[in-house]
Each structure stands twice: as C-alpha cells, then as structure tokens.
C-alpha cells in the first residue's frame, strides 16, 4: 500500500477519511426536517434506512423512510448479528443495519444515523471515533406543540413520546455538539458546519 506522501508524490487522489455522524433527540424536535436538508446541500454523505416494527405512516415510503417489519422479523435480524445498535422506542422496535452502514463508510461515503438517544449511546461505545450530535427543542413547549402540529401520532403516544423527551433531554451532554432547532435555517446551518468542520480533522 502506498503511503499518503507517495500517493501525493504520484498525484494521486488520497483516501478520504470517513465519518459516521449521529444525530440524535427526542421525537419531535425536527431531527428528520434538518437531515433531509443536510443530504440536499452536502456531497458524499447518506442516511442509513432504519428497520423498525412501527406501522408506516400516511406518506412514508416503504423501504425509503424505514424498513417497515414485523416483531418476528426485526428479532430474527437481531438475532443474526445485523444491527449497529437497536432499541425499543415507547412501544416499537427500531435498528440500524449493519452491513449497509459499513459499506458505505468503506467505499468513501459518510453516513448520518437518525437514531433516539439509546441507540446512540450504543454507538458511542461501538464506534468511539462517531461524531454525535444531540438536537434540543428551544423549550419543551415548544416539543409539545411541534409533535401536536405533525399529528402523526394519537394524543396518547404523543404524551408518551413527550414522557420519553424528559430522560432524553437530561442525556445531552454525553453527546459531541449540541444544535439548538429554534431558528429552522440556523439548525441547519450548525450541523453543517459540524460536518464540514469534522471533515477537515486531521486527527481521530
Ligand atoms: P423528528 O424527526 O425529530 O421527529 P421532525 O423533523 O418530524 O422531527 O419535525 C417535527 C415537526 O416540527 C415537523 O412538523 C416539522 O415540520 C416541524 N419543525 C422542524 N423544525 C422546526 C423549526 N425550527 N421550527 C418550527 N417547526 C419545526
Ligand atoms: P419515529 O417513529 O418518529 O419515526 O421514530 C421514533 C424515534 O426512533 C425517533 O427518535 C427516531 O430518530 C428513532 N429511530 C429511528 N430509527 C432508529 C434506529 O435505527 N435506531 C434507534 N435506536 N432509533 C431509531
């Protein structure tokens, strides 16, 4: 294998360092809002689809937003070692595939997890060099109100998921970066500058 200096010498391409980024938070903050603009305005870097039993809802794409399976089968994926990490969120189950997560990273593609706080702890313990990142509501009123407004969820998963917030928000500080989604532009903005600003380490 060449070294980087000989690559260099021989004015060839060096391989890009990978990052795989975790951006975390409670349900309702606007997690998917900011990534979806993130993978517009930002080259080489892709979401990992998450297996999950949830029902789908109105509008997602099966196999585009989730891989939408049954209990027997995401225990069945489990079992057979293919999760990054996984957790049960109020009452479903939700997994990041391994190998697709691993491929990426190895053909010189970043990757975005868009995980509940659990899941990102496990991978701050598989994969130290993870770059976390915890997104918080400007008050937990305003959580409220946003989950209110999606209207994705019955009024009682929506007190559930407002339940849940509360021991997820005590959990920002194991993370890297905090973005705060008050101002949706500026939210955006921070978490791309924490992807560019990451991208330029010379050290992991
Ligand atoms: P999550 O993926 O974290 O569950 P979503 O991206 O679905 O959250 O956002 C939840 C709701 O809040 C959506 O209806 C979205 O349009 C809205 N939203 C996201 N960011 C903001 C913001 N900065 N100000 C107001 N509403 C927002
Ligand atoms: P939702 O039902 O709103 O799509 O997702 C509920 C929560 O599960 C969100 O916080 C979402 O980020 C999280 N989630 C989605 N996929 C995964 C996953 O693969 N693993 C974990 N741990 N959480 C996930």
């Not at 979806?36 to 949830?54: D, F, G, Q, W, Y």
């Not at 997820?168 to 500080?173: G, M, S, T």
Request: glycine share 4%; charged share 30%; net charge negative.
């Amino acid at each position: 294998m060449p070294s980087e200096a000989e690559k260099l010498a021989e004015n060839t391409e060096p391989e890009r360092m990978t990052n795989l980024f975790v951006v975390t938070g409670p349900s309702g903050v606007g997690k998917g809002t900011i990534i979806a603009k993130i993978l517009e305005r930002v080259p080489h870097i892709a979401k990992s689809v998450s297996a999950t039993t949830r029902p789908m809802r109105e509008g997602e794409r099966r196999d585009v937003d989730y891989f939408f399976c049954t209990s027997d089968e995401f225990f069945k994926m489990k079992l057979r070692g293919e999760f990054l990490e996984w957790a049960k969120f109020t009452e479903h189950y939700y997994g990041t595939p391994k190998s697709w997560v691993e491929k990426s990273l190895s053909e010189g593609q970043d990757v975005i997890l868009e995980i509940e706080v659990e899941g990102a702890k496990q991978i701050r313990q598989k994969y130290p060099q993870a770059v976390l990142i915890f997104i918080s509501p400007p008050s937990y009123d305003e959580l409220k109100s946003r989950l209110q407004s999606r209207a994705t969820e019955s009024p009682e998963r929506i007190l559930s998921r407002l339940e849940k917030a509360k021991e997820e928000l005590n959990a920002k500080n194991l993370f890297d970066y905090e973005v705060i989604n008050d101002n949706l532009d500026e939210a955006i903005g921070n978490l791309e500058h924490i992807v560019y600003a990451e991208r330029a380490r010379t050290t992991r």
